[in-house]
């Protein structure tokens, strides 16, 4: 009995790993195809924005996939992390610290002071006293705060506010910045799901959410840390600039018998050592993930996840396990936010939609196939790459539809202005399709 | 005189634009409510039904514009109205026919329900950018105002004025009706107790042979008159931008979860509760307090509490308040 068992499910694993082979196949010979009809640039472009997806979607599925929690902020995790990339790399602004620091050394003592006496009030005081006087408290210790902070930012957003006007960074390694993005991320995510879980499961969606547009409100408006609209560009890199590799002898001796131009090979060289790059942190990333998804844990998470009330009543901690989960998920999607910055080599806050930070992350997990890492990378893989296809591919089917219209119709003319907006739909589709009629994805768990 | 004038002042800048706002939040969130209600999950489309019956309302104002229809000095979208409510109903109808009646007959999760409206709510914000484009549409028309500061200031020989707009007068008073027949269809009619029963125990009301499609029916139909209303006046108070219903979705889930989620005198009361302090909360008190205090006394700064770029930040603050002290709101919806 338990002989046929095993049979059938390493049969069952067999088909799983052919399919999952047969996928990712097909997805070379896609990106092959743009290589071969479009250009190997473009074609490396589209990788490594699907490295950094298939990053992010993999965080979302752990904390989706693995426990069944709901973010709907991916973006603000996101962002949390590309602000690491600059607060890491850039170098300081001397005469901004000179001019702000003192300011926001008190700032930071008058809001420890604040929320020691806030804490001491709350926790020793008894009940007809506690509200009001904690409540004093917030209030008195929130206009002192600004008293410190609103001049002393001030100052800083004066310093050149054309090429400055920020703190700037600390001028380490720009890879630096993945690890400190994650830890910024998780920061976040405890603060959330401390107060979120344990909750009913849409809070913990609604609290997400909220807590991503804020942090993006902040990083656009708060122009001293981030520069908001401004943009900080011009991050420094860890791979070579394309002009260095240009002189070097060897280089264009290898240009000229490959017969490439110059340029080209110098911007295929630059985009490769990033997606060996980020192929590095995937793969690392994968390994951990599968080994804590095979684990005594990955299983207790499993558990948890199909029936909350046994795995609580056999002495399981839910909300202890959900908790982590949730901020190990973020962490990564932290992770993938400051590799997104290191790639464009700028951070710009307008940049970040929930269109595309949250919810086609959403839609590249459901794909691949929630609860499966590989499926993940999968979704993450395929979703972008129709997500930069698919502009073009609408704009060709719906000027072929239209081609029965006369050359300048108002209609027509319309249409192909809106055409930037059908991968809104595809999308909401695609999610619903699969959703719908393929609900475990294209590689399901198993 | 100088109290009477910060009165004014707070009148102005706090309570006219409070009560317009939490009217519009009231009615967003009432279609929330009766959502989770009912079909037992968040709607994270309800934004964008907003979005898509208010759109159908403006090609409709066009339509009637162009035809030289006219109501002034109101404003055409209200003749309009009707025909996005239309657009509305049957957008949903035919949304819950497709997407969400197969998850409720499998007796799916409220998880998988509310992902499915992720899904939706991509569909229809593509639709809308799609058919209007993502640019700012202002399609008011008729008398933009009911009182003009200066004839307030020349009527009460005050310093301060108080505007009245036409669109906060209309947003109230349509506001006041609607929950008036709301409360009415939900407390007195057999279709609304039944719902109600529904609502608050599924398999009972089953059992006494309430047909659930038509509660569902009726939820969507309701859902949809809402959203259409809310996002027009939205929309005529401010000017209608495609991607503002995705923000005020924070501020609608926060009214109807402070108020208690799937209760709509909870959602109401939300709606004000996270109106007035967001209005509150960024408004700069500094000419409010010079009228106030003595001249010594006179505030350097705009005394404001949070700059309104982070308005997010207090439905969210006060989101999260409510989940720490009293999960289940302030009218104990449900809590399941």
Request: hydrophobic share 50%.
């Amino acid at each position: 009995m338990s002989d046929t068992r095993s049979i059938v499910s390493n049969e069952n694993k067999n088909s799983r790993f052919t399919r999952g082979l047969f996928m990712f196949s097909l997805l070379a010979l896609m990106f092959c195809a743009v290589a071969y009809f479009q250009s190997l640039s473009l074609a490396l472009t589209i990788l490594n924005l699907c490295l950094i997806s298939a990053i992010m979607s993999l965080g979302l599925n752990i904390q989706w996939g693995y426990a069944g929690l709901l973010n709907v902020g991916v973006m603000g995790f996101a962002a949390l992390g590309g602000v690491a990339a600059v607060l890491i790399s850039m170098p300081p602004v001397e005469e901004a610290w000179a001019v702000g620091g003192s300011g926001l050394g008190q700032t930071v003592i008058a809001l420890i002071i604040t929320i020691v006496l806030a804490l001491l009030a709350y926790y020793k005081l008894k009940s007809p006293f506690r509200a009001p006087l904690l409540f004093a408290i917030i209030i008195v210790g929130y206009f002192i705060i600004r008293s410190f902070f609103d001049p002393a930012t001030g100052a800083i957003e004066k310093v050149n506010p054309a090429s400055s006007g920020y703190l700037g960074g600390l001028g380490l390694p720009i890879t630096l910045s993945w690890i400190i993005g994650g830890l910024f991320a998780a920061g976040a995510a405890w603060l959330v799901g401390k107060i979120s879980l344990g909750l009913r499961s849409d809070y913990l969606a609604i609290a997400t959410l909220g807590i991503s547009e804020i942090i993006i409100a902040v990083l656009k408006n708060e122009d001293w840390l981030t520069r908001g609209v401004k943009n900080v560009t011009a991050l420094p890199r860890p791979v070579p600039y394309e002009v260095d590799i240009q002189q070097s002898a060897d280089y264009i001796a290898l240009a000229n018998d490959w017969g490439i131009s110059i340029i080209e090979l110098s911007s295929v060289i630059v985009k490769l050592s990033y997606a060996g790059l980020f192929a590095i942190i995937l793969l690392c990333l994968i390994w951990l993930t599968e080994k804590a998804l095979h684990s005594p844990w990955g299983r207790m998470m499993r558990a948890i996840r199909d029936n909350e009330t046994a795995a609580e009543a056999m002495g399981k901690n839910v909300k202890g396990r959900h908790l982590q989960v949730f901020v190990l998920g973020s962490a990564i999607i932290g992770i993938a936010g400051a590799m997104l910055v290191t790639l464009d080599g700028q951070f710009t806050p307008s940049s970040y939609t929930p269109l595309r930070f949250t919810f086609l992350i959403w839609v590249m997990v459901i794909v691949g196939g929630s609860g499966n890492n590989w499926g993940s990378i999968l979704g993450g893989f395929i979703i972008w790459f129709f997500w930069i296809e698919a502009e073009p591919m609408g704009l060709w089917l719906l000027d072929f539809l239209t081609s029965g219209l006369a050359e300048n119709s108002p209609l027509r003319l319309h249409l192909l202005e809106s055409a930037a907006h059908m991968r809104l739909m595809t999308m909401g589709l695609i999610l619903l399709l699969v959703l719908r009629f393929s609900p475990r994805g294209l590689l399901p768990e198993k | 005189m100088d109290f009477l004038n910060s009165i004014t002042l707070l009148g102005n800048f706090i309570i006219v634009p409070g009560l317009v706002y939490g009217s519009q939040l009231a009615l967003g969130a009432l279609g929330v409510t009766l959502i989770y209600g009912i079909l037992r999950f968040s709607n994270f489309a309800h934004g964008e039904t907003m979005a898509v019956g208010s759109m159908v309302t403006i090609l409709a104002t066009w339509g009637l514009q162009s035809l030289g229809v006219s109501i002034s000095p109101l404003p055409t979208a209200l003749l309009a109205l009707p025909i996005g409510i239309i657009a509305a109903i049957l957008l949903c109808l035919t949304t819950d026919k497709i997407v969400y009646r197969f998850y409720r007959r499998q007796r799916a999760a409220p998880v998988t329900l509310l992902i499915a409206s992720l899904g939706v709510m991509f569909f229809y914000s593509g639709l809308t950018r799609f058919v209007v484009g993502p640019g700012d549409i202002n399609f008011f028309d008729g008398t933009r105002f009911i009182i003009r500061a200066r004839e307030f200031k020349q009527m009460t020989g005050l310093d301060e004025g108080l505007a009245i707009k036409t669109t906060h007068g209309i947003t109230i008073i349509i506001t006041l009706i609607i929950v008036a027949a709301l409360f009415y269809f939900l407390n007195r009619t057999k279709t609304g107790k039944s719902m109600r029963a529904y609502s608050d125990n599924r398999d009972l009301a089953l059992l006494s042979g309430i047909n659930p499609d038509r509660v569902v029916l009726i939820v969507w139909i309701i859902t949809a008159i809402l959203a259409t209303i809310a996002g027009t006046l939205y929309g005529l108070d401010k000017s209608f931008k495609p991607f503002t219903f995705l923000q005020l979705l924070l501020p609608i889930f926060a009214a109807a979860i402070v108020g208690g989620i799937g209760n709509p005198l909870g959602a109401i009361t939300g709606g004000f509760v996270i109106a007035f302090s967001e209005i509150s909360i960024t408004y700069a008190y500094r000419k409010f307090l010079t009228y106030n205090l003595p001249e010594s006394w006179e505030p350097d700064g705009l005394v404001q509490l949070l700059s309104t770029d982070y308005k997010f930040a207090v439905s969210f603050v006060i989101l999260v308040v409510v989940l720490l002290v009293r999960p289940t709101g302030i009218f104990r919806g449900q809590s399941v």
